[in-house]
């Protein structure tokens, strides 16, 4: 796979004045982020174990091991969370972890390049693909279903793609 560690979840500023976060989880099971810790930052210099609180609209309160002040729980403001991938469970086989899309290049059925992965977003509804191609101005979105991707190969680094007529130009 493409990294030892995932991306789990972002602090996404300060909650009180004792050195709470407001927590945003990108697991599948939001409250689970905390059976995967110590999580560390994105450069790996700074861990923390986690306690959730309470939840809420956008996420959860949380307590971050060693922040005990409002200042620096907003310091943390925007700091990605990472867990060893090895803490996390096993995916079955059409399930995947955002980070090992990301790079992957897309074919379509013919086997014209369309594009690199450069993120998997999800605005709600489904995940999307935004592809970057050469030459092409703007991203391309994809929806990321079974229907319109039928064949995801990590080993390869490879998606085939099928996707409907007119959606990429």
Do not use: W
């Amino acid at each position: 796979m493409s990294t030892s560690r995932i991306c789990v979840g972002a602090v996404a500023g300060a909650y009180g004045v004792r050195g709470e976060v407001r927590l945003k989880s990108f697991c599948a099971e939001p409250a689970a982020i905390a059976d995967y810790g110590p999580l560390s930052s994105e450069d790996g210099t700074r861990e923390f174990t986690l306690t959730l609180g309470a939840a809420g609209a956008q996420g959860f309160a949380a307590r971050l091991s060693g922040i005990t002040t409002r200042e620096a729980a907003d310091a943390l403001r925007g700091m990605r969370l990472f867990a060893p991938r090895d803490r996390l469970p096993s995916l079955p086989d059409d399930e995947f972890y955002h980070t090992d899309l990301i790079g992957l290049e897309v074919f379509d059925t013919g086997g014209q390049s369309l594009g690199r992965v450069k993120a998997v977003l999800n605005h709600g509804a489904s995940d999307l693909l935004e592809l970057v191609a050469p030459g092409k101005t703007g991203a391309i979105l994809l929806p990321f279903t079974q229907a319109i991707c039928p064949t995801v190969d990590l080993a390869a680094r490879r998606i085939i793609a099928d996707p409907p007529e007119g959606l990429i130009e």
